[in-house]
């Protein structure tokens, strides 16, 4: 069995040892064709540096190295497929961690601990064998000692117990007492002999226990032993398997290592066969190159001498070319002073056939304040084509009014102030401009005039183009800005910026004999930023709310004036020049009910009519140039003579609402605007002082100017003209008696 044993773990030794071998030879293989692949690189390289001293050292070269590149792309692979079988040799050889390497040990080591308990074992058994050889010997050697004294015995004692011996012992013993002796000293060695029978018998059993005790330790030690043997047996069997399993794994990977390394041999060999092919057909290619660079040689030996050449060329052309073109600017530079002039001239022609009064009108929208319903309904629409008109829907019929622009309710102060800005600029030129804002409360002419901090209104934007304007013409004139705020209230005229602004102020002529009229105590401030306006009008806002707890109640109802002046002296020629620009937010033109209104508000009511009448009038009077303008009929109309008069620019803002509610009012601002507006311009010589404005209250709402009957420019129809409500107009001028016929212009300078 022990040598079974050893058999077996000779036997596991030796397939330890055939794994081994097999695993060198299965990595020879791939050994040898990496050795082939080198061998085949280095055949590569040396073709391709054959190649490269054939080709020479031109441009072509940088080809050639995308090959060497190529090339050594290639050999990089090669080495890392090398690597990677050197890793797989290590891994396979030197693979101590590994699971089976570790079972491999283990069971190693059970099968060296089991060696020795089998010497071990081996060793007991040989010695209980030895044991119980001696044991045997010497009970066969007593046992044979013995049989011989028995046998010594039964001789001796059947020579004595014979019936002869018997009978001669009688005798003996009768006879003899010396046989007696010979016969008690038999008896006694026959005794002692039976004792020593009986004792070797004894023996005996002792022995044949011992002996049966030893087979029985024998059986067992034989049961161990063969319990071993299976132990043995199936570990054997287990390290087998074990074995054959891990001889699989390792031939499966050296399988997969040798299969990828294939493949890598395989791509190796065609990117060597691609490289090649690479290099014969670039081959033509690179001589082609190479002519191509030899004549590019020579055109850049002569490029220089072409080069001076084209840019001595191009010179002279540009220098032609920038004469010509100065002789060009030169010509266009004096046609465009030429246009320059007819413009100007045109310009002046236009203002004049336009006259020097426009009435514009400015539509403000519904806004989430004014609410809903049918009182809120839009009842203004407009022509898609002509922005001058505007048309005003009431009781199914449409009336058309016709003014110098209409701006939409979306019409941002932007566009308004775009209009406007052309005579703000004037006034900087020396001319005297007015800017009204007209209509009933609510429409929108505080808006349109002093705006929202965010979005101002023409007043704050005015200021700072003036401030533009100025700053540009610094280099050339020497400008200076001023600002008085005023009101007028019943007829009264007091100063916003005064420190009592209760205080009323007199329009009086100024004494230098100059016949302009003047405002003793009307406070004057220079203005030179935004910052310089704000405060301005800040202090005339709070003098102006004073006397009234409802701010927008006395705005409805008085006249509100920003007088800007513009004074400056040219800094060559020392020519002096005056502007003024007057910029006027008009009382409320809406009329008082005939009935209720009584007292302090009849008072105002008549004051607000008195002096929009007189507005009218006058306006009405510079446009058709007529002789008398009846400056004196009010306050605003006095103070503002020398603005209107002469060579002054007025433009006038009528503000309607467009809604249902309000469209009594709106129809009688805009009658009120068109006659303004369709006074004949220059027609001094037609015109008598009975086509004076006629009265704001012979606006009828009842007798609208329906389309069908207004003469759109014809300010002869009844509808909507001043010619039609001429006679009414004479009757309450004679009637009233404010007209005075007999003082003409020459009297003014006498006030
Ligand atoms: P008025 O000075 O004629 O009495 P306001 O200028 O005070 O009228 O305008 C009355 C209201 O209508 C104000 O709330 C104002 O903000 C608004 N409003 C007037 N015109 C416009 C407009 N063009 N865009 C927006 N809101 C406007
Ligand atoms: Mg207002």
Redesign the pocket.
Known sequence: MINCLQENKVRLQEELNTTDTKRQALGSPLQSQIEDVEVKLSDQTQELNRLCSELGTTDLEKHLEILVLENDRLKQELNSCQLQLQQLRVSLSGCTDCEHSKETSRLRERTTGLQLELEEKTRLLSELEQHLKDVLQEKTEREERLNKRIRDCHLALAKQSAPSVKFITKIVEVESSRTKQDLEEAQARNGYLQEQIGIQRQLLTEQEQQLQDSWQASAQLRAQIMMYEAELERSRGEMLAELRSLEDEKNQAIEEVFLHARSEMKTVHENLNGVRMNLLSIQPALKTLTGDYNSLKNHVRDFPCLLQDAVSQTKKEIYQAVEEAKATNQELLRKYKREMQLRKKCHNELVRLRGNIRVLC????I?R??GAGPDTRNIVSFDHDDDAILYVSHRGKASIFELDKV?R?H?L?ADIFQEVQALVTSCIDGYNVCIF?Y????????????G?PEDPGINQRALRLLFGEVAERSADWDLTITVSMAEIYNETLRNLLAKDPSEKLEIKLSPDGSGQLYVPGLTQVRVQSVEDINKVFELGRLNRATDFTNV?ER??RSHALLIVSVTGTNLTSGVRTTGKLNLV?LA?SERVGKSGAEGHRLREAQNINKSLLALGDVICALRSKQPYIPFRNSKLTYLLQDSLSGDSKTLMMV?V?PMEKNVNETVCSLKFAQRVRSVELGAVGRRTENQHFSSRQDCELESPPAVAQQGRLNPSHPGGSAVGKSTAGKRRLMASGEVNHRQGPAALPAL
């Open positions: 400015r539509v403000r929208p806004t304040e004014d701006f309710p019409a102060q804002a209509g009933q409360t609510g429409s929108g002419k505080t808006y349109t005039m002093e929202s927008n705005s409805s937010d409320g503000q609402s």
